[in-house]
């Protein structure tokens, strides 16, 4: 006759739902989030809405899961500290995001963040402006899916004093000739790009306290379980018929696994 010692078949069921319930159970890769807004420029009029606009997407991220780290106003050297340690904080990421309010230049079909220490007259492209392309690159990983929402296309008049004072400079070469609004940026596989108006063009403020396209970024993010895609046509939609159809939305996705902004719960998933 077959002897079980005493709580040996306890034991293996314990140790099975442990397994079971472990494996359930597993840390999900973080969702993280950078989101960047400059207002109050040294050397031009504030912006009325970026500073809340950075705000409110953030608080909205945090309050969807996603692990946040915000900042406003930063002059150049800030901003490249804070990209690095972001992208040091977001190594076992899955899925990053990076949203940008505030002031942009295109400058020779790149596309740059202005830092609030911007002095168009005494501007170094290199030494004072941040490359868009670059800083979206050093956040894309392998088998990592990253979103991008630049809210900066705005009519910017530090734009126009730079392009005064490269054309008075006598060794100023073409390459430095400043673009309206921002260029196309190209999406490598894994990245999504929207911004807050098609290429070539500038967007609106808007009348309240944040601009036309983030007041509808925060009316649609939290839409549950939607890719962001589907989020942004909704986006631009609620933005050309607050515009009256002047602004248009844009982006372009490369996405090569499905990215949504509010996912649905981890046990809303069946057995």
Same mark, same amino acid.
């Given at each position: 006759?077959?002897?079980?010692?005493?709580?040996?078949?306890? !034991?293996?069921? !314990?140790? @099975?739902?442990?397994?079971?319930?472990?494996?359930?159970?597993?840390?999900?890769?973080?969702?993280?989030?950078?989101?960047?807004?400059?207002?109050?420029?040294?050397?031009?009029?504030?912006?009325?809405?970026?500073?809340?606009?950075?705000?409110?997407?953030?608080?909205?991220?945090?309050?969807?899961?996603?692990?946040?780290?915000?900042?406003?106003?930063?002059?150049?050297?800030?901003?490249?500290?804070?990209?690095?340690?972001? +992208?040091?904080?977001?190594?076992?990421?899955?899925?990053?995001?990076?949203?940008?309010?505030?002031?942009?230049? +295109?400058?020779?079909?790149?596309?740059?963040?202005?830092?609030?220490?911007?002095?168009?007259?005494?501007?170094?492209?290199?030494?004072?402006?941040?490359?868009?392309?670059?800083?979206?690159?050093?956040?894309?990983?392998?088998?990592?899916?990253?979103?991008?929402?630049?809210?900066?296309?705005?009519?910017?008049?530090?734009?126009?004093?730079?392009?005064?004072? @490269?054309?008075?400079?006598?060794?100023?070469?073409?390459?430095? +000739?400043?673009?309206?609004?921002?260029?196309?940026?190209?999406?490598?596989?894994?990245?999504?790009?929207?911004?807050?108006?098609?290429?070539?063009?500038?967007?609106?403020?808007?009348?309240?306290?944040?601009?036309?396209?983030?007041?509808?970024?925060? +009316?649609?993010?939290?839409?549950?379980?939607?890719?962001?895609?589907?989020?942004?046509?909704?986006?631009?939609?609620?933005?050309?018929?607050?515009?009256?159809?002047?602004?248009?939305? !844009?982006?372009?996705?490369?996405?090569?696994?499905?990215?949504?902004?509010?996912?649905?719960?981890?046990?809303?998933?069946?057995?």
């Amino acid at each position: 006759m077959k002897t079980t010692l005493p709580g040996t078949r306890t !034991w293996a069921c !314990w140790s @099975i739902a442990l397994a079971l319930f472990a494996v359930g159970c597993a840390t999900p890769a973080p969702r993280v989030a950078l989101v960047v807004g400059h207002a109050h420029y040294e050397h031009t009029s504030p912006l009325a809405s970026p500073t809340a606009d950075a705000h409110a997407v953030a608080n909205k991220l945090r309050e969807l899961g996603w692990e946040v780290t915000a900042a406003v106003d930063l002059p150049r050297q800030a901003l490249e500290e804070h990209a690095a340690a972001f +992208e040091r904080a977001a190594t076992d990421a899955a899925q990053v995001l990076f949203f940008y309010a505030g002031h942009s230049m +295109e400058i020779g079909g790149e596309n740059y963040i202005v830092p609030v220490g911007f002095d168009p007259y005494k501007a170094e492209i290199d030494r004072d402006l941040v490359s868009l392309r670059e800083t979206v690159g050093r956040f894309k990983h392998e088998g990592r899916q990253l979103a991008v929402l630049v809210d900066a296309s705005r009519d910017n008049p530090l734009a126009y004093e730079y392009q005064r004072a @490269i054309r008075g400079r006598s060794s100023g070469p073409a390459s430095h +000739e400043v673009g309206t609004g921002l260029a196309e940026l190209p999406a490598q596989a894994g990245t999504f790009v929207a911004y807050a108006t098609a290429p070539g063009h500038v967007t609106l403020d808007g009348r309240g306290k944040h601009s036309v396209f983030t007041r509808a970024l925060l +009316e649609h993010m939290d839409f549950r379980d939607q890719d962001v895609a589907t989020v942004l046509v909704l986006v631009r939609d609620q933005v050309v018929k607050d515009t009256g159809g002047t602004q248009v939305p !844009w982006y372009h996705s490369s996405l090569t696994e499905p990215f949504s902004i509010n996912p649905a719960p981890e046990d809303a998933a069946a057995p």
